[in-house]
């Protein structure tokens, strides 16, 4: 049986903080949370897409900007994950409320030092949002309005700091608590559909884990196509995400950097390659020169060793 070695460190996440601003003016943006400027193209690369998710509670979203491939230079990521904002639950107005706690807070109102340099290699910047013990989750939106009023504020913020997307990953929302309710059909789906109405050239990515992701459907609509991305969300094993996308969008691989071995990495690799599937998800890249793990997986999936420049 698998288990979930997803450890994350969230200390000023769980805090019952203020939620985080998102006042908007009319005058033109700053370089520091505008649009992203367009990105250099990166040396080819064939095969899959790389993702990273990058705790930055701990590690620099640079890290993931770091590493490239021997053969031809190309970036071996394609996809940075910023490790996470929150839904979070404001007992006042009984709404869920979207929060950044303080170090993804810094990084957002540093795009310009930890996004930009990024997204100017090619590399995707995506927001994943993560329930917070409060009760609001994705799964539990009582009408279609207060599920389009929180994909506003996803979509507002990857407007306001230049994002390229918005991941969900429903995990450790306590649906109950604060007197919330428990996961309905409908929550998801006029969730997802009114994000990808307001972004629709953004990614949506789904951690296929939890309520939400078993509730992709509802009164004839299904989301399913509205993502961009799906993947496995227990590091080291293999398991196909259940959503109906192509195999091109699936990463049924997922490992742990660094503790994830070398041998299961490759052999993961391997199978995605040989499997056809479109994907490869990594979690928990850090500061540490990471190329022989990481060459570990771009052997299979590129035919090429991995380069760290710090």
Known sequence: MFTLVRSRVRTAALALSAVAALAFGTTAMTATTGAAAAPAPAPAKEGPTSVAYVEVNNNSMLNVGKYTLANGGGNVFDVAVIFAANINYDTGTQTASLYFNENVQRVLDNAATEIRPLQQK??????????????????????????????????????????????????????????????????????????????????????????????????GVDVSSKFDYAWNPYYGTWQVPGIALPKSKLSPAAVEIGRTSQSTAADLARRTVSEGYGVYLTYNLDGADRSADVSAFTRQLYGSDAVYTP
Not at 197 to 216: H, T
Request: proline share 4%; glycine share 10%.
């Open 122 to 219: 090619g590399i995707k910047v995506v927001l994943s949002v993560l329930g917070n013990h409060q009760g609001a989750g994705f799964a539990n939106f009582p009408s279609q309005q207060t599920a389009s009023a929180f994909a506003k504020q996803l979509s507002d913020s990857v407007a306001k700091y230049g994002l390229d997307g918005v991941d969900f990953d429903d995990e450790y929302a306590e649906y109950g608590n604060n007197g919330t309710g428990q996961p309905n059909d409908s929550s998801f789906v006029y969730l997802v559909t009114a994000l990808r109405a307001n972004m629709p050239d953004k990614i949506i990515s789904l951690y296929n884990i939890g309520p939400a992701a078993s509730r992709l459907s509802y009164d």
